[in-house]
T-cell receptor
Framework: GAVVSQHPSRVICKSGTSVKIECRSL??????MFWYRQFPKQSLMLMAT?????????EQGVEKDKFLINHASLTLSTLTVTSAHPEDSSFYIC??????????????????FGPGTRLTVL | QKEVEQNSGPLSVPEGAIASLNCTYS??????FFWYRQYSGKSPELIMF????GDKEDGRFTAQLNKASQYVSLLIRDSQPSDSATYLC???????????FGKGTKLSVKP
């Protein structure tokens, strides 16, 4: 299957600092990438949908000014957690469906997940 | 709001037995259903997807879908200790294709 990488895999930061997480599709192009968050013993919850060339779409309750998303190219999306606080400590996971010319948005079954980024805010 | 429900477990089965994992979903219009396996501290791995009523088999795994009952299940035959993980059921969400996950069922396979 296709590979999605995330960097860093683990980050510890002080409260009030900003943290950038990169999500890259290594061998395919992705016009859409999804950012999920998983708290301990909870399931993955969609935070936002990153779209190449346009603004990200945020889920209800997710502050767009706090979680900045930039889909810079067809292979890279970044999530920046601004002014991080301890309650932002979580496991952040991106996923990307491969782009196919002519395929309708959402009309795919394969979706490749990155290995995740463990964020700890002290 | 689409919802996916799973029994959190833990489900404990002996090695070699069949593990049966169940999932229900709220939106009758849902079309595509996914089973993922997640080891502790790792991201989910796709086991299989299903979108037609009935059974779909892949090796030791069988997914079963009953749209009338809004029910999806995953059977794992000849369970191995390496199958011990949390199993996440997911349905496709909005038009962009994001997934809506259940909370997962923790499976423990005892040697």
């Amino acid at each position: 299957g296709a590979v999605v990488s995330q960097h860093p895999s683990r980050v510890i930061c002080k409260s009030g600092t900003s943290v950038k997480i990169e999500c890259r599709s290594l061998d395919f192009q992705a016009t859409t990438m999804f950012w999920y968050r998983q708290f301990p013993k909870q399931s993955l919850m969609l935070m936002a949908t990153s779209n190449e060339g346009s603004k990200a779409t945020y889920e209800q309750g997710v502050e767009k000014d706090k979680f900045l998303i930039n889909h810079a190219s067809l292979t890279l999306s970044t999530l920046t957690v601004t002014s991080a606080h301890p309650e932002d400590s979580s496991f952040y996971i991106c996923s990307a469906p491969p782009w196919r010319r002519g395929r309708a948005p959402g009309a795919y079954n394969e979706q490749f997940f990155g290995p995740g980024t463990r964020l700890t805010v002290l | 709001q689409k919802e996916v429900e799973q029994n959190s477990g833990p489900l404990s089965v002996p090695e070699g037995a069949i593990a049966s994992l169940n999932c229900t979903y709220s939106d009758r219009g849902s079309q595509s259903f996914f089973w993922y396996r997640q080891y502790s501290g790792k991201s989910p791995e796709l086991i299989m997807f299903i979108y037609s009523n009935g059974d779909k088999e892949d090796g030791r795994f069988t997914a079963q879908l009953n749209k009338a009952s809004q029910y999806v299940s995953l059977l794992i035959r000849d369970s191995q200790p390496s199958d011990s993980a949390t199993y996440l059921c997911a349905v496709r969400g909005g038009s962009q294709g994001n997934l809506i996950f259940g909370k997962g069922t923790k499976l423990s396979v005892k040697p």
